[in-house]
């Protein structure tokens, strides 16, 4: 079981930043993937980057050269730093774990994961 809570949202002015945590507990291992995604009112759950414990790393188009994933093993927490932030990233973000291998094309698709977190607001104001 592994059980996860994020925090650092907030809200910025275009080209602000804000850095989320997710803090995990629970036993993981390098073969488990870790992602961040988010979701605004009446569309779907949008994967924004993900990390498996092998260091690999993918992100979505939209917040490539902007946002960066990391993963602090010793200390079990997920982050995600955001820059360059625009009224279009305003949403609920959530991280997320999963403990069975990812091809591809599912790295970043909400159906993969099993284990969520409660969801912190980003708000980006222009």
């Known amino acids: 079981q592994v059980q996860l809570v994020e925090s650092g949202g907030g809200s910025v002015q275009s080209g602000g930043s804000l850095r989320l945590s997710c803090a995990g507990s629970?036993?993981?291992?390098?073969?488990?993937?870790m992602a961040w995604f988010r979701q605004t009112p009446g569309k779907e759950r949008e994967g924004v980057a993900v990390?498996?414990?092998?260091?690999?790393?993918h992100y979505a188009d939209s917040v490539k050269g902007r946002f960066t994933i990391s993963l602090d093993n010793a200390k079990n927490t997920l982050y995600l730093q955001m820059n360059d932030l625009k009224p279009e990233d305003t949403a609920i973000y959530y991280c997320?774990?999963?403990?069975?291998?990812?091809?591809?094309?599912?790295?970043?698709?909400?159906?993969?994961?099993?284990?969520w977190g409660q969801g912190t607001q980003v708000t980006v104001s222009s």
């Open positions: 629970g036993h993981t291992t390098s073969r488990h993937w």
């Open positions: 997320a774990v999963t403990t069975q291998w990812l091809e591809s094309g599912l790295m970043l698709a909400s159906s993969a994961y099993v284990y």
């Open positions: 990390i498996n414990g092998y260091g690999y790393i």
